[in-house]
T-cell receptor, first 116, second 114 residues
Framework: GAGVSQSPSNKVTEKGKDVELRCDPISGHTALYWYRQSLGQGLEFLIYFQGNSAPDKSGLPSDRFSAERTGGSVSTLTIQRTQQEDSAVYLC??????????????FGPGTRLTVT | AQSVTQPDIHITVSEGASLELRCNYSYGATPYLFWYVQSPGQGLQLLLKYFSGDTLVQGIKGFEAEFKRSQSSFNLRKPSVHWSDAAEYFCAVAPTGTASKLTFGTGTRLQVTL
């Protein structure tokens, strides 16, 4: 079946511009996660959505970052006024449940963001 | 706060040789433990996971890992490495009972020589 998809695969933007990154989770997965992978910081958790619950935003690095999940499916990560330190690969993952032994996160291929 | 340490940044092994990648975690209780692999230009793929029970877990591609509570370790092993195993390997933990967000180690890059 179809895995997690992300678009675009690559994005180059100028410093100060806003960008939107999209994630399509596996159909039926109720939990969705965003992570960031950068040379300096490794793999970092950003935000987590589980069903209709309020998202866990504890990993968002600044108020320039926000995310939403519409209809419990597609998610968009928005970065406003991009800075060069935002350059990274942004990974999305989804899972069937947020807790329990069925938990396993499936990752998408990522969006490589370059801020010039 | 929980943390994960992968002390080896880069490891080189010969094809056919055995492999052990180290992972140590810091957490107040036994967390959920995972190993992921990332091939160049690819997303992360789960190799195996430990939640509870038998401390030796089997995964895909012939990998296994052993949870040692006394050492706070979850080392990944493979008896005979194949050239296609060259990739970056990440150990990760999640809090028990929530399993909502993963904390990753810095990764170990595996190079396989023929």
């Amino acid at each position: 079946g179809a895995g997690v998809s992300q678009s675009p695969s690559n994005k180059v933007t100028e410093k100060g511009k806003d960008v939107e990154l999209r994630c399509d989770p596996i159909s039926g997965h109720t939990a969705l996660y965003w992570y960031r992978q950068s040379l300096g910081q490794g793999l970092e958790f950003l935000i987590y959505f589980q069903g209709n619950s309020a998202p866990d935003k504890s990993g968002l690095p600044s108020d320039r970052f926000s995310a939403e999940r519409t209809g419990g499916s597609v998610s968009t990560l928005t970065i406003q006024r991009t800075q060069q330190e935002d350059s990274a690969v942004y990974l999305c993952a989804s899972s069937l449940a947020g807790t329990g032994v069925t938990y396993e996160q499936y990752f998408g291929p990522g969006t490589r963001l370059t801020v010039t | 706060a929980q943390s994960v340490t992968q002390p080896d940044i880069h490891i080189t092994v010969s094809e056919g040789a055995s492999l052990e990648l180290r992972c140590n975690y810091s957490y107040g209780a036994t967390p959920y433990l995972f190993w992921y692999v990332q091939s160049p230009g690819q997303g992360l793929q789960l190799l195996l996971k430990y939640f509870s029970g038998d401390t030796l877990v089997q995964g895909i591609k012939g990998f296994e890992a052993e949870f040692k509570r006394s050492q706070s370790s979850f080392n990944l092993r493979k008896p005979s490495v194949h050239w296609s195993d060259a990739a970056e390997y990440f150990c990760a933990v999640a809090p028990t009972g929530t399993a909502s967000k993963l904390t990753f180690g810095t990764g170990t890059r595996l190079q396989v020589t023929l």
